[in-house]
């Protein structure tokens, strides 16, 4: 009995060293997401309450910054394109993904397959600015997309994709969906290379279809997947910058203008650094109350 006690004294003396030691490990990883991640965001809330250039005094005006985003037409318009940019980045995406993961599974096997995958990958290989630049080669009044109008009959269509009030935010949209449709298609597929062929075959001796399949077995199978899919998707649509800062600068006008690129010249050309970071703050809050939502919904066993 008394080497127990002994012994469970000791464990409990070494519990509290192991915790330090826990601690002294993960102190470098604190110290620096602290320093470079909870720190600007805190003294971002608190430009947010000042008009501020960046340089010389600050003047308290609360939540003045806020009361503007709300009333000034520009600025609350860039918020609304990127909650359409979400249809673009996230929907066409996902949905086709979905297709073309299912469409490649059922030929895993072949060499094809592997093309399919690769090709559809390169997107996120290819840096965003190479992105930018390229499409707006492609959908230039000169581009291909154009010329491809033009040999077909259809010359009345042809404009300048990037540079029409009316076609500049799906142009942008369209790219967007170009550089993460890989990646879903990739996320996706490895989410039904996980699925027991069991359910399929037993669905087949029911009499199940393709597309019964899919509904009852694949989709339901993949919540989680779908889940970080339109997680990843989302964010990318509200954070957007280098893809339209390519592009087309916010233009025409103001077009095209999101978040992103107007906190960018809200801070850097017009030096409204306090209006910029209401603007941040007000982004990560909408960031937060899309995806986690998204995240409590695709979780196992909601």
């Known amino acids: 009995m008394s080497a127990q006690v002994e012994g469970r004294r000791a464990g409990r003396a070494r519990r509290p ?32 309450l ?13 939540l003045d910054n806020y009361r503007r985003l709300l009333t000034d037409e520009d600025l609350f318009s860039s918020i609304v394109h990127a909650f359409e940019l979400i249809v673009f980045f996230s929907g066409i995406p996902v949905l086709l993904g979905l297709f073309v993961a299912a469409t490649i599974r ?10 399919a ?10 840096p965003l600015v190479a992105a930018g630049i390229m499409w707006s080669w492609l959908l230039s009044t000169t581009g291909t997309a154009n010329e ?4 077909v009959g259809l010359g009345d269509l042809t404009r300048a994709w990037l540079g ?27 989410g039904m290379s996980k699925i027991d062929p069991a359910l399929y075959e037993a669905a087949r001796l029911d009499g199940a279809g393709p597309v019964r399949e899919f509904l009852s077995i ?11 899919c339109v997680t990843v998707t989302v964010i990318a649509a509200l954070a957007s910058f280098d893809i339209v800062y390519i592009a087309t600068q916010g233009g025409p006008g103001n077009a095209t203008m ?28 909408l960031v937060l109350a899309c995806v986690l939502p998204i995240q409590r919904l695709t979780r196992d066993g909601s």
Not at 167 to 190: E, N
């Open 17 to 48: 060293r192991a915790i330090w030691l826990g601690w002294l490990f993960a102190a470098p990883a604190i110290i620096m997401y602290a320093t470079f991640v909870i720190r600007p965001l805190l003294l971002t809330v608190q430009y947010s």
């Open 148 to 151: 491809l109008l033009s040999a």
């Open 218 to 228: 694949t989709l339901p199978s993949l919540r989680q997947e779908i889940g970080v």
């Open 117 to 126: 995958r690769t090709v559809l990958f390169l997107p996120q290989v290819i």
């Open 50 to 62: 000042y008009d501020w250039n960046g340089i010389g005094a600050s003047t308290w005006v609360g």
């Open 258 to 285: 999101v978040p992103g690129l107007e906190i960018y010249y809200l801070a850097f050309s017009e030096r409204e650094v306090g209006m910029a970071s209401a603007l941040a703050v007000t982004l990560v809050v």
């Open 106 to 115: 059922d030929i895993a096997a072949s060499r094809l397959a592997v093309i």
């Open 164 to 190: 029409d009030f009316d076609t500049a935010l799906p142009a942008v949209g369209v790219i967007g969906a170009w550089v993460l449709v890989g990646l879903c298609t990739l996320l996706l597929l490895a």
